[in-house]
């Protein structure tokens, strides 16, 4: 069974103040790594899809990488418009199409 | 890029009445559709995958027929909620993945109250 590990569960940074955050995995064969961000009330919004050990991924203050154990969601000096939380979820050659999500690291970034 | 709907955001019910969800992806043809459950601080919970045309594929422990599910066109499916009672207050969220790319877009959510 797939499984998911996402921590912290909370984090409150100050703004500019770096961190990572991480998502643990076990699967049987992974297909895919997917980040997201999501807002109180709302759904899951893409960031971004890692598919193998050694990929990285950047977009804005966000960069996401890969190992074959966990990948990491870096997060430098962020801003109050980054507190959300953020989901890590997987895609498994065994889960067929289902994605199997972490609880997420809520971020609180403060002035 | 591309947008799934949901409707409603929000609804309020009686318990014992029956709500539907609809989801649709507004600009791309999704030949399947996910429906999740979330409880508050909690991760979203795979209730069942329904592929445009079939019966949906329900996860263990969901009751089909209290979650009825539609895939009836590429562009639209819905979830019911029979019976409606108050613990089956939550957030639901489905996600529609595109048949050209493949890659998963998330709705907004729908927030189920029922009283």
């Known amino acids: 069974e797939d499984q998911v590990t996402q921590s912290p569960e909370a984090l409150r940074l100050q703004e500019g103040e770096s961190s990572s955050l991480n998502c643990s995995y076990t699967?049987?064969?992974?297909?895919?790594l997917f980040w997201y961000r999501q807002d109180p009330g709302k759904g899951p919004e893409f960031l971004f899809t890692?598919?193998?050990a050694g990929e990285e991924k950047e977009k804005e203050r966000l960069k996401a990488t890969l190992t074959k154990k966990e990948s990491f969601l870096h997060i430098t000096a962020p801003k109050p418009e980054d507190s959300a939380t953020y989901l890590c979820?997987?895609?498994?050659?065994?889960?067929?199409?289902?994605?199997?999500f972490g609880t997420g690291t809520q971020l609180k970034v403060e002035l | 890029g591309a947008v799934v709907s949901q409707h409603p955001s929000r609804v309020i019910c009686k318990s014992g009445t029956s709500v539907k969800i609809e989801c649709r992806s507004l600009?791309?043809?999704?030949?399947?559709m996910f429906w999740y459950r979330q409880f508050p601080k909690k991760s979203l919970m795979l209730m069942a995958t329904?592929?445009?045309?079939?019966?949906?594929?329900?996860e263990q422990g969901v009751e089909k027929d209290k979650f009825l599910i539609n895939h009836a066109s590429l562009t639209l499916s819905t979830l019911t909620v029979t019976s409606a009672h108050p613990e089956d207050s939550s957030f639901y969220i489905c996600?529609?993945?595109?048949?050209?790319?493949?890659?998963?877009?998330f709705g907004e959510g729908s927030r189920l109250t029922v009283l």
């Open positions: 996600s529609a993945a595109s048949g050209t790319t493949g890659e998963l877009f």
């Open positions: 699967v049987s064969g992974l297909r895919g």
């Open positions: 890692l598919y193998s």
């Open positions: 979820a997987v895609l498994s050659t065994g889960g067929g199409n289902k994605l199997t």
């Open positions: 600009d791309f043809q999704a030949t399947t």
């Open positions: 329904s592929n445009e045309g079939s019966k949906a594929t329900y």
